[in-house]
């Protein structure tokens, strides 16, 4: 069988081949809900004898939010760096530290930003949240805003996820937000929500509507 398989290696591109290659590799494979929160709790620790406030984010976050999306590091946003060794420096401010879980080396992406974004993610660390599980938390309506300040494709996913979810977030709530911390260019930020609201509340009823069509089956 693995010898008609390799014979049928070359039906793929040489692009699909080596992400084939990459992809399959320990480290970039997707990390589980509990090891990120694993890795989360861990450099907590640090974070907390040192005085510095912090908040999960990110893939980790919408796993908690219930959209288990794949996500292979972990995402935090803090009022300050860590007196650790970091593997590198993010390119808006902060670093990312390692964190060894089991056999795996998770990162840790510690958010400091030092760009235009800075006050819009220190008022959502100011405004997180305690969690059933445990730890701080972005909450939704800020996740909607810093997923639509970074706006890359697989923000556009959680947004329309979050969106979608019943009574997970609170538009009024969201929109009085943006408001307060956008000032004179709220308008633009308001506008790009309405369409997607409009987008999520289309693939709601589509999902509602196959749901339906399922159950009658």
């Known amino acids: ?24 590799a320990p480290e970039a494979q997707s990390i589980s809900t509990e090891d990120g929160l694993t890795a989360f709790r861990q450099i907590g620790e640090n974070a907390e004898q040192e005085g510095v406030d912090f908040a999960l984010a990110g893939g980790i976050a919408m796993h908690l939010y219930g959209f288990t999306r794949a996500t292979t590091d972990v995402d935090v946003i803090a009022s300050g760096e860590l007196n650790l060794e970091s593997t ?49 938390i972005v909450t939704p309506e800020w996740l909607v805003i810093l997923k639509k300040l970074a706006d890359r494709g697989k923000d556009h996913l959680d947004l329309l996820w979050l969106l979608r979810q019943e009574g997970l977030v609170d538009r009024s709530h969201l929109e009085q937000l943006v408001h307060r911390y956008f000032g004179r260019f709220a308008f633009i930020l308001l506008n ?26």
Request: cysteine-free; glycine content about 6%.
């Open 192 to 217: 790009d929500l309405e369409t997607l609201y409009l987008e999520a509340d289309i693939m709601k009823a589509k999902d509602e509507r196959d749901e339906g069509t399922r159950s009658s089956r």
């Open 88 to 136: 590198r420096e993010l390119s808006f401010g902060g670093k990312s530290y390692s964190v060894q879980v089991g056999q795996r080396v998770i990162n840790v992406d510690w958010i400091v930003r030092n760009d235009d974004a800075a006050d819009f993610y220190q008022a959502a660390l100011a405004d997180a949240a305690a969690s059933d599980a445990g730890v701080p």
């Open 1 to 24: 069988m693995l010898n008609k398989l390799n014979a049928r290696l070359s039906l793929l591109s040489p692009v699909a081949r080596s992400l084939v290659r990459r992809n399959s």
